[in-house]
Nanobody, 124 residues
C-alpha cells in the first residue's frame, strides 16, 4: 500500500481549467502505476485516466479524451490531472489510485491504494 493525498479541487465555471495533484508516500513511487477515478452524486465511481510507472503509457476514458491529461513527476512523487474545457458533467469527487506495476495499466481493476478524494464542481 501507498499513502495518497489529493489536492487542487474547487469550484469553477464551465470552460475553465483545473489541475489536480496527488502526492504519494510510504513506498517507492516508481513501483506504482497511477490513475484518477471520479464519482458523481448518485453514480458509481468511474475510471478517468491512468499512467504507467515511467509515464510512457497513458489511458483515458472517452468522456475526457482530448480535454484531460494525466502526467507524473517521479522526482516529486506526484501525479497530476490537468483538466481543460470543464463541463458541468465533470462535477464529481476525484480520487487518486495506485497499483503495483506488472498488471495492465489500462485496466479499471486492481487499484489497491486510494486517496481521500477532492471535490471538483463545475457550474454552468
Amino acid at each position: 500500500q501507498v499513502k495518497l493525498v489529493e489536492s487542487g479541487g474547487g469550484l469553477v465555471q464551465a470552460g475553465d481549467s483545473l489541475r489536480l495533484s496527488c502526492t504519494a508516500s510510504g513506498r517507492p513511487f516508481t513501483w506504482f502505476a497511477m490513475a484518477w477515478f471520479r464519482q458523481a452524486p448518485g453514480k458509481e465511481r468511474e475510471f478517468v485516466q491512468s499512467i504507467s510507472w515511467n509515464g510512457g503509457d497513458t489511458y483515458s476514458a472517452d468522456s475526457v479524451k482530448g480535454r484531460f491529461t494525466i502526467s507524473r513527476d517521479n522526482a516529486k512523487n506526484t501525479v497530476y490531472l490537468q483538466m481543460n474545457s470543464l463541463k458541468p458533467e465533470d462535477t464529481a469527487v476525484y480520487y487518486c489510485a495506485a497499483k503495483l506495476t506488472g498488471t495492465p495499466v489500462g485496466s479499471t481493476t486492481g487499484w489497491g491504494s486510494w486517496g481521500q478524494g477532492t471535490q471538483v464542481t463545475v457550474s454552468s
